[in-house]
T-cell receptor, first 112, second 117 residues
Framework: AQSVTQPDIHITVSEGASLELRCNYS??????LFWYVQSPGQGLQLLLK??????LVQGIKGFEAEFKRSQSSFNLRKPSVHWSDAAEYFC??????????FGAGTRLAVHP | DTGVSQNPRHKITKRGQNVTFRCDPI?????LYWYRQTLGQGPEFLTY????????KSRLLSDRFSAERPKGSFSTLEIQRTEQGDSAMYLC???????????????FGSGTRLTVV
């Protein structure tokens, strides 16, 4: 069955520090992978996506993610975190009928 | 077009009452999805429409839930005889079917937060 695991429920980093959010997926074929961000009380905003090609994908707000097939991972990174990045982050894989299968999310807190 | 619109933003209802939510997708999008998100969890797929046809329903969508998309435009999600376990954020998303199968990404609405007391 298709699934997404985000091992870290909550992460706290200092402003200016680097960030890596982990995502592991289970999918039989070549996955289409996404990272979304959700601010409190808001909907989901697409940060970046991977379909094929270059395994390092660039997104909005300075985020990037690397697809590693051998590790079934699609980790999200940012070299220097800003206080405004505090939010919940969801990794997702595209399933049948183009429905998204989400992980449980990682809540990011940023200390000044 | 201002994106995907959902109404109401918040709904508090007594257990046993019926509630209906509305989603207005981006006008040219022919695919529409409903998801449910409970506290501390990622969104879970409920149902999917392509134009007016409801093509898939999750097992999460019990008999008390019904969704419609008349004329392939806006959609409604109705919950009958609400239970406390129905308390959640209900998210709507739309996308355009195309060569990449809509994988250019969904556009999500801000959601309707339902509280059943």
């Amino acid at each position: 069955a298709q699934s997404v695991t985000q091992p870290d429920i909550h992460i706290t980093v200092s402003e200016g520090a680097s960030l890596e959010l982990r995502c592991n997926y289970s999918y039989g074929a070549t996955p289409y992978l996404f990272w979304y961000v959700q601010s409190p009380g808001q909907g989901l905003q697409l940060l970046l996506k991977y379909f094929s090609g270059d395994t390092l994908v660039q997104g909005i707000k300075g985020f990037e993610a690397e697809f590693k097939r051998s590790q079934s991972s699609f980790n999200l990174r940012k070299p220097s975190v800003h206080w405004s990045d505090a939010a919940e982050y969801f990794c997702a894989v595209l399933g049948g009928y183009n429905k998204l299968i989400f992980g449980a999310g990682t809540r990011l807190a940023v200390h000044p | 077009d201002t994106g995907v619109s959902q109404n109401p933003r918040h709904k508090i209802t007594k257990r046993g009452q019926n509630v209906t939510f509305r989603c207005d997708p981006i006008s040219e999008h022919n695919r529409l999805y409903w998801y449910r998100q409970t506290l501390g969890q990622g969104p879970e797929f409920l149902t999917y429409f392509q134009n007016e046809a409801q093509l898939e329903k999750s097992r999460l969508l019990s008999d008390r839930f019904s969704a419609e998309r008349p004329k392939g435009s806006f959609s409604t999600l109705e919950i009958q005889r609400t239970e406390q376990g129905d308390s959640a954020m209900y998210l709507c998303a739309s996308s355009l079917a195309g060569g990449t199968g809509g994988t250019d990404g969904y556009t999500f609405g801000s959601g309707t937060r339902l509280t059943v007391v």
